[in-house]
């Protein structure tokens, strides 16, 4: 028999190098650890829709009969219902377990051990990680201070390698869009340019119709934020013909599970409902945005998304954090080079947001 040790020498080097990513934990954990009743929990920290999947949704899953049965493995009906809500047409559109799926099946069609893949930081941290585990060299082209890209550096940075830029918009975690001029500049690049709208719900713009006269263009969708369904997995791409004619061919045959896509086809049946929760959501956002504003401490950004940044002014963002956190209130805490002392925080219910800010009034 051989040792732990000859086993790791079997492995590839590039997942043994990279860095784990820092996944936020279920409100179960997190009740447990605080020792606070999970219904109790304000939980802001994972930009999830706090009013849920609608119960028309809940009642098919419940009276759904084929679970013994494997899904379509080419997605039909699902494919059909997504390119109707995103204007699109089915072939050119792919679900996947998540939209964090199909980033992982994009970077694994493109990327060699090698490959340069464009990330603008601070964001979205799936794209580096996704990039560590197929080898590939992850160029960071910081943001500017106000958080939009850097167009001219990017470009600048694309070379024969580049096979992949990464743009999340609206942006998470600063909650701002890319403008299309700025995205159709990239797009006169070789490389495949993504736009991830896992947020563009809550900012009523896509990219979507572009994709059909551009060869190089990927827009990423989710049912995890405005449909309410992030534990369900249920994600989605438009991308060029020739994309998906290979996407299908790598991906796994059955990687969209009954249940996610019984859910995301009656969640587009019922459509009202996820709208009324959105605008719902926007309104929200509104008056968190007007009330953390009214705490001199905190520099807060304008948001096109389901969270709101906010830059801790005096240098306690961590000791926030952590205060919160003992009051069952989580937020997203960073303390990265590009963010030092910063909070996310997701919009919640009214009642999150009164909870919230009284908790924040009383600490400094
Ligand atoms: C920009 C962005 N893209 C994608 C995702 C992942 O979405 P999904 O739940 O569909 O994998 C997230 C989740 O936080 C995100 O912020």
Same mark, same amino acid.
């Given at each position: 028999?051989?040792?732990?040790e *000859?086993?790791?020498?079997?492995?590839?080097p590039?997942p043994?190098?990279?860095?784990?990513y820092?996944?936020?934990?279920p409100?179960?954990?997190?009740?447990q650890?605080?020792?606070?009743?999970?219904?109790?929990?304000?939980?802001l920290?994972g *930009?999830?829709n706090?009013y849920?999947?609608?119960?028309?949704v809940?009642?098919?899953?419940?009276d759904?009969?084929?679970?013994?049965?494997?899904p379509?493995p080419?997605q039909?009906e699902?494919?059909?219902?997504?390119?109707a809500?995103?204007? =699109?047409?089915p072939?050119?559109?792919?679900?996947?377990?998540?939209s964090?799926e199909?980033?992982?099946?994009i970077?694994?069609l493109?990327?060699e051990?090698?490959?340069?893949v464009?990330?603008?930081?601070?964001?979205?941290?799936?794209?580096p990680?996704?990039?560590?585990v197929?080898?590939?060299?992850?160029i960071?082209i910081?943001?500017?201070?106000?958080f939009?890209?850097?167009?001219a550096a990017?470009?600048?940075?694309v070379?024969?390698?580049?096979?992949?830029?990464?743009i999340?918009?609206?942006?998470n975690?600063?909650?701002?869009?890319?403008?299309?001029?700025?995205?159709l500049e990239?797009l006169e690049?070789a490389?495949?340019?993504?736009?991830?709208?896992?947020? =563009?719900?809550?900012s009523g713009?896509?990219l979507a119709r572009?994709?059909?006269?551009? =060869? *190089?263009?990927?827009?990423?969708r989710t049912?995890s934020?405005?449909a309410?369904?992030?534990?369900?997995?249920?994600?989605y791409g438009?991308?060029p013909? *020739?994309?998906v004619?290979?996407?299908m061919?790598?991906?796994?045959?059955?990687n969209?599970?009954?249940a996610a896509?019984v859910?995301a086809?009656?969640?587009?049946?019922?459509?009202d409902?996820?709208r009324n929760?959105?605008t719902?959501?926007?309104?929200e956002?509104?008056?968190?945005l007007?009330q953390?504003?009214?705490?001199?401490?905190?520099?807060?950004?304008?948001?096109?998304?389901?969270?709101i940044l906010? =830059?801790?002014?005096n240098?306690?963002?961590?000791m926030?954090?952590?205060e919160?956190r003992?009051k069952?209130i989580?937020?997203?805490y960073?303390?990265?080079?590009?963010?030092?002392d910063?909070l996310?925080?997701?919009?919640?219910?009214?009642e999150?947001?009164?909870?919230l800010i009284?908790?924040?009034r009383?600490m400094c």
């Open positions: 028999m051989t040792t732990p *000859n086993i790791e020498r079997l492995m590839r590039e043994k190098a990279m860095k784990a820092t996944p936020i934990e409100s179960d954990v997190l009740s650890r605080i020792d606070i009743p999970a219904e109790k929990v304000v939980k920290d *930009n999830e706090p849920g999947c609608s119960a028309r809940k009642r098919a899953l419940a759904y009969p084929y679970y013994h049965l494997y379509d080419e039909r699902l494919r059909k219902a997504l390119a809500y995103a204007g =699109s047409s072939e050119h559109i792919i679900a996947g377990s998540g964090d199909l980033i992982d099946l970077l694994r493109f990327v051990p090698g490959d340069k464009i990330n603008c930081p601070p964001t979205f941290g799936m794209y990680f996704s990039t560590d197929c080898g590939g060299n992850t960071n910081p943001r500017e201070p106000d939009t890209i850097d167009v990017i470009k600048q940075a070379d024969k390698r580049t096979k992949v830029i990464f999340a918009s609206p942006n975690p600063s909650g701002n869009l890319t403008p299309e001029p700025e995205v990239l690049t490389a495949v340019v993504v736009i991830d709208e896992a947020y =563009s719900e809550f713009v896509t572009l994709v059909p006269t551009c =060869s *190089n263009l990927v827009v990423l049912f934020k405005w309410g369904l992030a534990g369900l997995r249920l994600g438009i991308f013909r *020739n994309i004619k290979y996407l061919k790598i991906k796994q045959p059955y969209v599970n009954s896509q859910a086809l009656e969640s587009l049946k019922d459509i409902y996820l929760t959105t719902a959501i926007v309104q956002r509104a008056r968190l007007t953390l504003r009214e705490l001199d401490w905190l520099e807060v950004y304008p948001s096109q998304a389901n969270f906010c =830059s801790v002014l240098g306690k963002a961590k926030i954090h952590q919160l003992r069952g989580f937020v997203r960073f303390d990265t080079p590009e963010l030092q910063y996310r925080i997701s919009v919640g219910k009214p999150h947001t009164d909870i009284a908790a924040l009383e």
